[in-house]
């Protein structure tokens, strides 16, 4: 394989379409109020609103539940070495 030595670097945030630059950032705020101690609806109502986090018992089988899950692990993952993988794409 040849390398292109007088092509200009790609920052490696310009390779990724803005989808996944929106969920990097909520995975990193999602792990950032998890490491302080917050709630999982806590998490939740600062990345979506509380309007949108409903009160009560229903909150256990909510969508946002399981997203707010999903973007804490994704951040974990991201902590744990994860975001070397971003620098190489």
Not at 13 to 22: I, K, M
Not at 58 to 83: F, K, P, S
């Amino acid at each position: 394989m040849r390398v292109q030595r007088d092509a200009a670097p790609v920052a490696c945030w310009l390779l990724l379409t803005q989808e996944r630059r929106h969920r990097i950032g909520l995975a990193l705020r999602a792990l950032d109020g998890r490491l302080a101690g917050a709630s999982y609806r806590v998490i939740a109502a600062g990345l979506f609103g509380d309007v949108r986090v409903p009160a009560g018992p229903g909150w256990r089988t909510h969508d946002l539940r399981d997203r707010a899950i999903r973007l804490v692990r994704a951040g974990i993952g991201l902590m744990q070495g994860g975001y070397l993988d971003l620098l190489r794409e």
